[in-house]
């Protein structure tokens, strides 16, 4: 169920309805039925059912034997039995063909003919979230920050709370417990915020991303006919598709969840703000960052072999080398988890994972010495122009390792980064060829506004809720924005006839 | 007590906004849609029609409403559209029936004979787009896509016309802005209509060959609601060219509506229309303005004779239609150079002298 379909609106009111016209002890009953609809709309199988009952079961049953088992070693043992049921199902349906893929290169490798078949797996949506979102409960309980459910079905509504299922963000079982469950009243204020906020998610997926959509679409399908700068303008325009597609249906899944009056953790903080790769990963998929840190980063590091290495680098080398080596190859393996979460291709790899690793690696090494000439030279890094010019940079180089999540493959994201230096500068001024890639002059106008508003909101936004401050305003001019934006999708929107469906780009994760 | 006023205020505040979102809703998509004479049929103030006339291009491009209004009083609405697909019929004259009462309803059944399945998407929207929404306007759409080969999922665009027409802002003219120029109360009149093109067609044949079983049943679905409603009802086979298992089969069905007791003129089988092939029409399916005057002169008068219809033109709340009338005959005198009463004076007596 797309979030911008009208099945999804239907499905939406229907459920906040019953939400709040049935009794109060039934609400969390409710989005437990939803969820399930949501979870196996148009995919309802045995194959499917199995799926999910094996992770909620092996979770639920696990969790309370972890818990009855503390302090023994048994725990742990329950602990890994979870997680590699929920991690092998997990493999089985998102990664088989990327080990197929490897073991056919490793063949080709050794010159034997026989090549594996990939093979068609049928997933349900929000496989990857549902299961490191199961993973972090077993360990939690394993840790003691959180107790077992000892309720199947409200553990079932945490597995499959349907916004979170199609685009995130990670929940934790902690943090969520009280708000799925406890009961919530109607609130009018809320309800508004909601819808507003929910509006704000469709003008990004359909007035921008749509839009931006149509330009790299047909630039990547057509490499032989749009190359040059072309190619440089698909490349600059996909983190921007990506970013408001991805945050756009966050902001529809956060809208509804307001509604309902269940406090989701935000996932996208303006990251096209940030002046270096590692900042900007503080500010996108936060939650996905936040879980791979206390999950995969964190516990690596601590781990027996990291201290060992540790202790060898210190002696072998010096203390600050000592401690970064370790620290750098634990956070070369999250890359990595990042990038094999993101898909079971080795676009994805590269692209989101271990690019991502070397420009923040390269950042940590070169960083000081930048400054140190900078200060020689007499550059100022504490000036807007400065800033201005980090922030650029970092726009570039995550574009530059979006080529990788985008192309079809390595050799087609090499064939595209190649395709930069076919020199055709005049494609920007005569003739109107840049209008003929996909976009329109008129469509141009529309995402220049468009991504105008989208500066003005996201600058406001670091200020404070844009919400608040828009409903701190007089009436008229309150319900003229609401309107503008309500029209502005309504007319400029990329939907309906002529339009592909509104796919999220995220969703397949 | 404080309480409940506030949540009142809210509930207000709230039905306000949305009266407003509405209006402007209306207002701008009316903005975006293209105007037909379907749309010219709804803008009809309430019971002000005497008869409405349901079909195909050939109502709104033969039957100048106008025109007879203004020879013998009567109001005709059109309620046509280009290739409208016979399926709608019965919805359009349900529809119809919430706005007017007219004491008779023609029906043209050019469509009856072509295959359900052939419409393209433009000739179903020209259908559909103009109905307001409704319960009815659902059924219509669900029952006349069931013939096509769309998939059930892809109704909501038609169901929606917004899906398809948000879009048209990239293609948005003065017209947009303006009442439709070649438009007379449904009637079009424009460079294509003054064509005079010399078309092949042949003699009216009285052979019968049965429909196809889906139109049938549509046909007898029609029949079945017009006795259910007890409505009056003439259908009329209109003159144009049609090819040869197509009259075989108009055939069938005017022996059809017969055996229920309604009436069927077949136009091309009435020589006193004057109508030639070779000034009448600008194309084998539709005839000229010349050609439509001779038509609409003829038929009005047969309906002034034949039917008991009021005269409304000394009526203050028909002014519109004298209106219509006079800004028909600026347009033909814009595009001709002419003076439109002179083609209806030597139309009439070329009837006259049949």
Redesign the interface.
């Known amino acids: 169920m797309l979030l911008t379909s009208?099945s999804f609106l239907a499905f939406a009111i229907i459920t906040v309805l019953l939400y709040f016209i049935l009794p109060k002890k039934c609400q969390w009953l409710v989005l437990l039925i939803a969820s399930l609809v949501f979870l196996f709309y148009k995919n309802l199988s045995i194959g499917t059912i199995i799926q999910a009952l094996a992770v909620l079961l092996s979770s639920y049953v696990l969790g309370r034997q972890i818990e009855k088992n503390k302090e023994t070693k048994k725990a742990k043992r329950y602990l890994i039995i979870g997680i590699a049921i929920i991690l092998g199902i997990l493999a089985y349906l998102k990664y088989s063909n990327l080990f197929i893929i490897t073991v056919n290169h490793i063949l080709d490798l050794f010159k034997v003919s026989y090549q594996f078949k990939q093979v068609q797996r049928v997933s349900l949506i929000g496989i990857s979230y549902y299961s490191l979102i199961m993973i972090s409960y077993l360990v939690d309980i394993y840790r003691g920050t959180c107790k077992s459910e000892k309720n199947i079905l409200k553990l079932a509504l945490f597995m499959s709370y349907f916004p979170i299922l199609n685009s995130g963000p990670f929940i934790r079982y902690e943090n969520m417990k009280d708000e799925l469950y406890k009961k919530h009243k109607f609130s009018?204020d809320r309800l508004c915020s909601g819808l507003v906020r929910i509006l704000w998610g469709l003008f990004k997926i359909l007035v921008i991303s749509q839009r931006l959509g149509m330009y790299v679409d047909t630039v990547y399908a057509n490499l032989a006919t749009y190359n040059g700068f072309y190619t440089v303008i698909a490349i600059l325009f996909f983190p921007m598709q990506l970013y408001t597609n991805f945050s756009g249906s966050i902001d529809i899944i956060m809208g509804i969840s307001e509604i309902l009056g269940i406090k989701l953790p935000e996932n996208f903080t303006t990251p096209f703000f940030s002046t270096s790769m590692t900042e900007f990963w503080r500010h996108w998929h936060i939650t996905l960052g936040a879980w791979l840190k206390e999950y995969i980063f964190y516990p690596l590091l601590k781990s027996t072999i990291m201290q060992k290495l540790n202790t060898f680098c210190k002696n072998k080398f010096s203390k600050k080398i000592g401690k970064k080596i370790p620290m750098f190859l634990s956070m070369f393996i999250m890359w990595v988890c990042i990038g094999v979460w993101h898909g079971g291709a080795y676009t994805y790899i590269i692209g989101s994972g271990i690019i991502q690793f070397i420009f923040i690696f390269l950042e940590d090494l070169l960083g000081p010495i930048v400054s140190k000439i900078n200060k020689k030279i007499g550059i100022k890094e504490d000036v807007f122009s400065y800033k201005l010019y980090k922030t650029i940079r970092t726009y570039l180089l995550f574009s530059i390792s979006m080529i990788f999540f985008r192309a079809t493959s390595i050799k087609n994201a090499i064939k595209i980064f190649l395709s930069i230096f076919f020199y055709n500068p005049w494609i920007l001024f005569d003739n109107n060829s840049i209008y003929k890639a996909g976009l329109?002059l008129?469509d141009f106008r529309v995402l220049i506004l468009s991504l105008i508003v989208l500066f003005i909101v996201e600058k406001l936004s670091r200020t404070g809720s844009v919400r608040e401050k828009l409903f701190k305003q007089n009436i008229v001019f309150r319900?003229g924005i609401?309107?503008a934006l309500?029209?502005g999708i309504?007319?400029?929107?990329c939907?309906?006839?002529?339009?592909d469906p509104a796919e999220f780009i995220y969703r397949g994760f | 007590m404080l309480e409940r006023k506030f949540f009142m205020l809210k509930i207000v505040k709230t039905a306000i906004f949305l009266v407003i979102l509405f209006i402007l809703w209306v207002g701008i998509f009316k903005i975006l849609w293209i105007k037909d004479s379907t749309s010219e049929f709804f803008k009809e103030p309430k019971n002000t029609l005497d008869i409405v006339y349901v079909g195909a291009s050939n109502v709104y491009i033969h039957f100048n409403s106008s025109l007879a209004y203004k020879k013998y009083g009567f109001t005709t609405g059109i309620l046509s559209a280009g290739a409208q697909t016979p399926v709608a019929i019965e919805y359009l004259i349900k529809e119809s029936q919430k706005y007017q009462s007219p004491s008779l309803y023609i029906i043209d059944l050019t469509k009856f004979v072509n295959n359900l399945n052939i419409y393209t998407e433009g000739e179903f929207r020209n259908t559909f787009d103009a109905i307001p929404f409704s319960w009815n306007r659902f059924e219509m759409i669900n029952n006349s896509l069931k013939y096509s080969n769309l998939k059930s999922d892809e109704y909501m665009n038609y169901y929606f016309s917004f899906f398809k027409y948000h879009n048209s802002w990239k293609k948005i003219t003065k017209q947009n802005f303006i009442e439709p120029e070649e438009l007379f109360k449904g009637f079009l009149l424009n460079t294509e209509t003054l064509e005079r093109k010399s078309q092949n067609i042949g003699y009216w044949n009285k052979e019968i060959e049965s429909l196809e079983k889906d139109n049938y049943n549509v046909l007898n679905n029609l029949l079945n609601y017009l006795d259910k409603e007890n409505l009056n009802c003439l259908f009329v086979i209109p003159k144009r060219g049609f090819y040869l298992s197509e009259i075989k089969k108009m055939n069938f069905i005017s022996k059809e509506i017969k055996k229920r007791n309604y009436s069927v003129i077949n136009f091309n089988e009435i020589e006193d229309l004057s109508i030639n092939s070779d000034n009448d029409f600008y194309n084998l399916f539709h005839l000229n303005i010349y050609g439509s005057t001779k038509y609409t002169l003829y038929f009005a008068k047969y309906l002034h004779e034949h039917y008991d219809l009021p005269d409304h033109r000394n009526d203050k709340k028909y002014n519109s239609w004298d209106k219509t009338y006079e800004k028909l005959k600026e347009h033909y005198k814009e595009l001709t150079q002419k003076d439109f009463e002179e083609l209806v004076e030597e139309s009439t007596l070329l009837l006259n002298n049949n």
């Open positions: 009208l009018y329109d008129l319900w609401i309107y309500i029209f309504v007319i400029f929107g939907y309906g006839v002529g339009y």
